[in-house]
């Protein structure tokens, strides 16, 4: 038997009181008073040689009333196997190795695998060890699942392998996220094996533990009280950083536009409070690592920043170099510079329109030309007899209703080449209804390759979108909440479009009537999109509202493709492109991304992985350079305190002294054995026994008297 407060054994001394009670001499029970003595003061009881014990029963049971008394406080248990031992002997340990470019400094990797391998030669045959990488997202290199499966004797050795292959990234760090998922998976594993609230799970987080790293997904996570975390924090072998950042990221041929004064360019250079040195030079450098221009050199002391003026470059470079650092890892900003591009967009329409009649007069009122293109709006008329231009200089004609038999056949090559049509059906059926309903169903017959019923739909006031396809890159802008609501864009009329089941037609939205209202069609390499409604005020509200501009710009960025300004890519951002075009990395390899789940032949989706400059091209022909740099919060390689964690609501580890937290777990598991076992009660019963019997051999010795 172990006592969990054994001082309180020391009043069970308090045994000594009942037995000096019944050693002392009592009075003679018949008492005769005598005139001479009734003024002496009675004799005190005393012990003397002739004292001894007259009720052994009545001592017996006072004395094992005290004595049951100081052993309940003594809190007495069983030694067993408690639920905590069982645990330590079984935890389910997450190793998370941080993978994220500020790891890529000299030994980091090495000493966060070596740190990892130690850990795990450390646990316990029967522990549970699971090996994830995080940097911006968390991936497995031994999954929970598979060490689950494992057997004990073989799990480290796969823990340990698993290490082999992982490599720094040049993503940012997201710790916050990466606990978040990985408590999940600690959870539902401890749910499913019905496990209590004991400190069964360990998540240990080897990393730099470096400021930039990323805490919001814990701030409204509410952390379980089963899983401990615990942080091996990592220490460089040089510490400190410096880093650059362009404060004005225009083209470079455009140096105009960067100073009205000079030809120069505006710099932040920030070095760390731990850094080792002061002087520190910036230059623009080409493909083949030549200085482009003067090399300029500036003091920025430690633990402090400055903005420098930096002449611009007289070649196009690819990067700026800051020199002097040196952690180099981030040394390099890439830049993308070239000359804007040009392209033109068509309008189709009678120049006879009126403006509020006009389809082209809303779409030039759209800023659809950026610093790094120039966007030019063109009229056409209908029945034209000039040939069509090439897809490659207009990728977008916008059609009104009044296309001719020699317009469709001409647009028709168009698609085919690869050029994207909106054809905006804006002419109501009149009372001749055969033959507009005629020309619409003869120039989809001819645009779509479909057979298709449409007449004039009649609302009884008007009409409005709904079921839109906000996964669709043209809606994709306006997926958010804050934008989604087209409740305001009324449609005063529309055309009714009965489509054919096997007509290929993808209805990318719907009028609440249930009819088509905006379809999309591939078309040889080209695409073509019908509107079933106009956007003149005098056939509905969309062009005075504020999701036309985006729509538009949208259907714009995916004819022509998006350019968009060079300093916007960070890795781990996604770029989207079609089946015409290719992007190439810096290494010169093409990037293979994966078919977006919308429509698996048109668009792909790839998440950038390495800096550096990428080309996009089409038809052989480059589009557009775009530079991709390192998330800026990598360089904040200061050491955070740990204890942000812990005010976030985290369970920390104790990370205290071996003997210390031995100490500690004995504790524990000894308030856990006493919980379970209860013997205080009975004891605290067995009291009340005793001292009911004791006082019940009293009453009947009363009696006998």
């Given at each position: 038997?172990?006592?969990?407060?054994?001082?309180?054994?020391l009043?069970?001394?308090?045994?000594?009181?009942?037995?000096?009670?019944h050693?002392v001499?009592?009075?003679p029970?018949?008492?005769?008073?005598?005139?001479?003595?009734?003024?002496?003061?009675?004799?005190?009881?005393?012990?003397?040689?002739?004292?001894r014990?007259?009720?052994?029963?009545?001592?017996?049971?006072?004395?094992?009333?005290?004595?049951?008394?100081?052993i309940?406080?003594?809190?007495?248990?069983?030694?067993?196997?408690?639920?905590t031992?069982?645990?330590?002997?079984?935890?389910?340990?997450?190793?998370?190795?941080?993978?994220?470019?500020?790891?890529?400094?000299?030994?980091?990797?090495?000493?966060a695998?070596?740190r990892?391998?130690?850990?795990?030669?450390?646990?316990?045959?029967?522990?549970?060890?699971?090996?994830?990488?995080?940097?911006?997202?968390?991936?497995?290199?031994?999954?929970?699942?598979?060490?689950?499966?494992?057997?004990?004797?073989?799990?480290?050795?796969l823990?340990?392998?698993s290490l082999?292959?992982?490599k720094?990234?040049?993503?940012?760090?997201?710790?916050?996220?990466?606990?978040?998922?990985?408590?999940?998976?600690?959870?539902a594993?401890?749910?499913?094996?019905?496990?209590g609230?004991?400190?069964?799970?360990?998540?240990?987080v080897?990393?730099?533990l470096?400021?930039?790293?990323?805490?919001?997904a814990?701030?409204?996570?509410?952390?379980?009280?089963?899983?401990?975390?615990?942080v091996?924090?990592?220490?460089?072998?040089?510490?400190?950083?410096?880093?650059?950042?362009?404060l004005?990221?225009?083209?470079?041929?455009?140096?105009?536009?960067?100073?009205?004064?000079s030809?120069?360019?505006?710099?932040?250079?920030?070095?760390?409070?731990?850094?080792?040195?002061?002087?520190?030079?910036?230059?623009?450098r080409?493909?083949?690592?030549?200085?482009?221009?003067?090399?300029?050199?500036?003091s920025?002391?430690?633990g402090?920043?400055?903005?420098?003026?930096?002449?611009a470059?007289?070649?196009d470079?690819?990067?700026?170099?800051?020199?002097?650092?040196?952690?180099?890892f981030?040394?390099?900003?890439?830049?993308a510079?070239?000359?804007?591009?040009?392209?033109?967009?068509?309008?189709?329409?009678?120049?006879?329109?009126?403006?509020?009649?006009?389809?082209g007069?809303?779409?030039?009122?759209?800023?659809?030309?950026?610093?790094?293109?120039?966007?030019?709006?063109?009229?056409?008329?209908p029945?034209?007899?000039?040939?069509?231009?090439?897809?490659?200089?207009?990728?977008?004609?916008?059609?009104?209703?009044?296309?001719?038999e020699?317009?469709?056949?001409?647009?028709?090559?168009?698609?085919?080449?690869?050029?994207?049509?909106?054809?905006?059906?804006?002419?109501?059926?009149?009372?001749?209804?055969?033959?507009?309903?005629?020309?619409?169903?003869?120039?989809?017959?001819r645009?779509?390759?479909?057979?298709?019923?449409?007449?004039?739909?009649?609302?009884?006031?008007?009409?409005?979108?709904?079921?839109?396809?906000?996964?669709?890159?043209?809606?994709?802008?306006?997926?958010?909440?804050?934008?989604?609501?087209?409740?305001?864009?009324?449609?005063?009329?529309?055309?009714?479009?009965?489509?054919?089941?096997?007509?290929?037609?993808?209805?990318?939205?719907?009028?609440?009537?249930?009819?088509?209202?905006?379809?999309?069609?591939?078309?040889?390499?080209?695409?073509?999109?019908?509107l079933?409604a106009?956007?003149?005020p005098?056939?509905?509200?969309?062009?005075l509202?504020?999701?036309?501009?985006?729509?538009?710009?949208?259907?714009?960025?995916?004819?022509?493709?998006?350019?968009?300004?060079?300093?916007?890519?960070?890795v781990?951002?996604?770029?989207?492109w079609?089946?015409e075009?290719?992007?190439?990395?810096?290494?010169?390899n093409?990037?293979?991304?994966?078919?977006?789940?919308?429509d698996?032949?048109?668009?792909?989706?790839?998440?950038?992985?390495?800096?550096?400059?990428?080309?996009?091209?089409?038809?052989?022909?480059?589009?557009?350079?775009?530079?991709?740099?390192?998330e800026?919060?990598?360089?904040?390689?200061?050491?955070a305190d740990?204890d942000?964690?812990?005010?976030?609501?985290?369970?920390?580890?104790?990370?205290?002294?071996?003997?210390?937290?031995a100490?500690?777990?004995?504790?524990?598991?000894?308030?856990?054995?006493?919980?379970?076992?209860?013997?205080?009660?009975?004891?605290?019963?067995?009291?009340?026994?005793?001292?009911?019997?004791?006082?019940i051999?009293?009453?009947?010795?009363?009696?006998?008297?």
């Open positions: 038997m172990n006592f969990l407060t054994p001082l309180y054994a009043a069970a001394l308090a045994i000594a009181v009942p037995i000096l009670f050693l001499r009592k009075r029970k018949d008492l005769q008073t005598f005139s001479s003595l009734m003024f002496l003061e009675p004799a005190a009881p005393r012990l003397t040689q002739q004292s014990i007259d009720n052994w029963l009545l001592l017996a049971l006072r004395a094992a009333a005290i004595a049951l008394l100081a309940a406080f003594t809190r007495p248990y069983w030694k067993a196997n408690s639920q031992e069982v645990l330590v002997l079984g935890m389910r340990r997450i190793f998370l190795l941080d993978c994220s470019a500020s790891m890529r400094r000299d030994g980091m990797m090495d000493q695998k070596a990892i391998k130690a850990l795990v030669e450390q646990s316990k045959i029967l522990d549970t060890l699971s090996v994830y990488a995080f940097d911006k997202t968390l991936r497995p290199l031994l999954s929970l699942e598979m060490a689950e499966t494992a057997l004990p004797s073989q799990r480290q050795q823990a340990i392998a082999k292959n992982a720094p990234t040049w993503n940012m760090t997201d710790l916050g996220s990466s606990l978040v998922q990985a408590a999940d998976w600690l959870q594993e401890s749910e499913m094996t019905e496990v609230n004991a400190a069964s799970n360990e998540i240990v080897v990393t730099d470096q400021k930039g790293m990323k805490l919001e814990l701030a409204n996570y509410s952390w379980p009280a089963n899983t401990r975390v615990r091996e924090r990592i220490e460089p072998r040089m510490p400190g950083n410096a880093y650059a950042a362009l004005s990221v225009a083209s470079i041929a455009e140096t105009e536009s960067l100073s009205q004064d030809n120069q360019v505006r710099v932040r250079v920030v070095n760390s409070l731990n850094s080792q040195v002061d002087d520190l030079q910036l230059s623009w080409n493909e083949n690592d030549a200085l482009i221009g003067i090399e300029s050199r500036n920025i002391p430690k402090s920043s400055a903005v420098v003026t930096l002449a470059p007289s070649a470079p690819i990067y700026l170099q800051l020199s002097g650092d040196q952690v180099d981030d040394n390099k900003h890439y830049l510079t070239q000359q804007p591009s040009s392209c033109s967009v068509l309008l189709v329409e009678s120049k006879l329109r009126e403006n509020e009649t006009s389809l007069y809303f779409v030039n009122q759209i800023p659809l030309s950026t610093p790094a293109r120039t966007v030019v709006v063109e009229t056409r008329e029945d034209d007899r000039a040939e069509w231009p090439s897809p490659t200089q207009t990728p977008w004609i916008i059609a009104a209703s009044e296309l001719t020699r317009d469709l056949m001409g647009l028709s090559t168009y698609l085919e080449q690869g050029g994207h049509l909106l054809w905006v059906m804006d002419e109501s059926l009149s009372n001749d209804v055969v033959s507009v309903a005629d020309k619409y169903e003869q120039a989809l017959s645009l779509a390759d479909v057979s298709l019923e449409i007449e004039e739909a009649n609302p009884k006031n008007y009409s409005m979108f709904e079921r839109i396809d906000f996964r669709h890159p043209v809606f994709a802008d306006l997926a958010d909440s804050r934008f989604n609501d087209f409740t305001k864009i009324k449609f005063w009329s529309h055309r009714k479009l009965a489509i054919e089941e096997n007509s290929r037609l993808q209805i990318l939205a719907s009028f609440d009537d249930g009819s088509p209202a905006f379809l999309a069609k591939e078309k040889g390499k080209g695409t073509l999109w019908v079933a106009g956007w003149q005098s056939q509905s509200q969309l062009a509202s504020s999701k036309f501009v985006p729509i538009i710009s949208s259907l714009f960025r995916i004819a022509a493709g998006d350019v968009r300004d060079t300093e916007t890519y960070v781990g951002d996604e770029v989207t079609t089946d075009e290719r992007i190439v990395d810096p290494l010169g093409d990037l293979e991304g994966e078919a977006d789940a919308i698996e032949t048109r668009f792909k989706r790839f998440r950038l992985r390495e800096p550096g400059i990428y080309q996009r091209s089409r038809d052989s022909k480059m589009v557009q350079k775009f530079a991709v740099n390192m800026q919060s990598e360089s904040l390689v200061d050491h740990v942000c964690l812990e005010r976030l609501g985290v369970n920390m580890a104790d990370l205290s002294s071996p003997e210390r937290k100490q500690k777990l004995g504790q524990l598991q000894a308030i856990e054995l006493e919980a379970q076992q209860g013997w205080w009660r009975w004891l605290v019963i067995g009291v009340l026994g005793v001292t009911g019997t004791e006082s051999v009293c009453i009947m010795r009363s009696r006998n008297r």
